[in-house]
């Protein structure tokens, strides 16, 4: 099994909870983290002109098995036309923490 976080990020706070809450309480992850607005400014290309401001970022835990689960949810949920969605693998280092995870999916 292929241990994916998938990122994205969002200007406000009740979509990223609102995002956690479903893919919690669906099982597509056992755990997922909002990172603070006041921690996160991002700077990007809009419409040929440069944005910048305050945003949430929501690291969600999941399985290559559940992945397209989690993206549905951030497709469905999101206030942005075009929201970042990115993933990466990752491994898991310890054994109780790994086996709370997989007990926690689905």
Sequence with gaps: MI???VKTT???KSVAEKII???TSNAFSPCAQVI???GCESSYLWKGKLETEKEFVLEIKTNSK???NVVKVIKKYHNYD???IISYDFEILSEKYEKW???NLE
């Design 3 to 5: 241990y994916k976080i």
């Design 10 to 12: 969002t200007d406000n």
């Design 21 to 23: 809450k479903e893919v």
């Design 36 to 38: 603070d607005a006041d």
């Design 66 to 68: 559940f992945l397209k």
């Design 82 to 84: 075009t929201p970042e």
């Design 101 to 103: 995870f997989h007990e």
